[in-house]
């Protein structure tokens, strides 16, 4: 009998933390994955950084893995609220009984800061979300034939605006820069107020996301998500 298999991908520490406390496991680094011990699914959970730069190679066996891409996002549309979720590329056969938008989540190379940039690429897209991950995970699912889905948090709507500024006070995994904060708080004081609210929006988004992991994993324990891992190549019994 085949265990089920999930390999969990996270950009940045606060997401990792988020679903690792939500499914009982220890934080990755970006050099060492997490894993799952004793009876149940297999579960890896890695932290990948911003754009997968430490993406996995291998991904697993087609018939009995799922790769769940999962973190927080920009809400492109206006109906979305902060700490809502959004699922995308949601496999056949998975029913996902976690509260979430399902929909598109668009991926692109920068940070979309500014309302007017999240209105045009709403309008251009129709993506819910914007992240800058999903696609090349999904890319890299399809290319070796594994089953994927994408699951975001909104951490900052469609209405609100991301300061420059917060981008060079973390590292590639999203771990603070204490000299780097320090820093800027010196030359712009009032910006503590700005991370201090930036810092709840993001905290309650990963809360809500690693719920949301954690309910889908327990989803496909039961027998209506078979399909998704015994295909019709799979003989295991």
């Not at 291998?58 to 902060?82: K, N, Q, W, Y």
């Not at 991926?107 to 129709?126: D, E, H, M, N, P």
Request: aromatic fraction near 2%; hydrophobic fraction near 45%.
């Amino acid at each position: 009998m085949v265990r089920r298999r999930f390999i969990i991908l996270t950009a940045v520490q606060i997401e990792a933390k988020a679903v690792a406390r939500a499914l009982r496991l220890h934080c990755p680094s970006p050099t060492k994955p997490t894993r799952s011990a004793g009876p149940g699914p297999l579960i890896e959970l890695h932290l990948i950084g911003i754009g997968a730069p430490r993406l996995p190679i291998d991904l697993g066996i087609p018939e009995d893995t799922l790769i769940i891409m999962a973190g927080l996002a920009g809400g492109l549309d206006p109906s979305l609220r902060v700490g809502d979720v959004v699922i995308d590329d949601c496999p056949p056969g998975l029913a996902v009984e976690v509260s979430h938008r399902p929909g598109r989540i668009h991926s692109g190379g920068a940070v979309i800061a500014t309302t007017s940039q999240k209105a045009t690429l709403f309008a251009q897209t129709r993506a819910l979300a914007v992240d800058m991950e999903t696609a090349t995970v999904r890319a890299a699912a399809q290319r070796q034939g594994v089953p994927f889905l994408a699951i975001r948090a909104i951490s900052d709507a469609s209405d609100d605006v991301l300061d420059p500024a917060v981008l060079k006070l973390v590292d590639a995994f999203g771990r603070p820069r204490p000299i780097a904060i320090a820093a800027t708080l010196v030359r712009r004081p009032g910006l503590a107020t700005y991370l201090k609210r930036l810092g709840a929006s993001s905290q309650l988004a990963a809360d809500n996301l690693g719920k949301a992991v954690a309910g889908i994993v327990r989803g496909c324990a039961g027998p209506a998500a078979r399909s998704i891992f015994h295909g019709p190549r799979s003989g295991k019994k």
